[in-house]
């Protein structure tokens, strides 16, 4: 690797975990009592990327297909998340959430929205359009 990449690499991985540090800090408290950490992490998941499959949930989550499927069953037996038949092939499903499981992830967004709203409020509307091009770079060319 040239010491061009290297240092773009070490910036990212530096970028990486402060992502999840920051997204530790404004999701903390924001779940239902009633949810694990993981279910939360697993409802946040379909929330944004629903229809899912068990697998890409496995795979996102990096947890074995049974102990996906056994969280997602605890899911659904709270209501929160339903499964749905792919319409081009029926044996497919796809999961996504129930109306009790969106209107928790949508509460849960509201307090998140804000804490967001708190760490960027000296930020300029420049800044804002700065920082929204380049969310959206890494979006096209690096977390694709």
Known sequence: M???NNQLFQKFVAFSAAVHQITN????DVKSEALTPLQYKILEYIAVSQPVTLSEISECMQMS?????????????????ARVADPEDRRRQGIT??????AMMNEAFARISVR?????QAVT????KEIERALDLLQQKVFY
Do not use: H, V, W
Request: proline content about 8%; glycine content about 10%.
């Open 2 to 4: 040239d010491k061009d």
């Open 65 to 81: 297909m049974p102990n996906t499927s056994r969280e997602l069953k605890k899911l659904g037996e709270k209501g929160l998340c």
């Open 97 to 102: 959430l129930s109306p009790a499981g969106g």
């Open 125 to 128: 509307p420049e800044e804002r």
């Open 116 to 120: 967001f709203e708190q760490r960027i």
């Open 25 to 28: 800090d404004i999701t903390k």
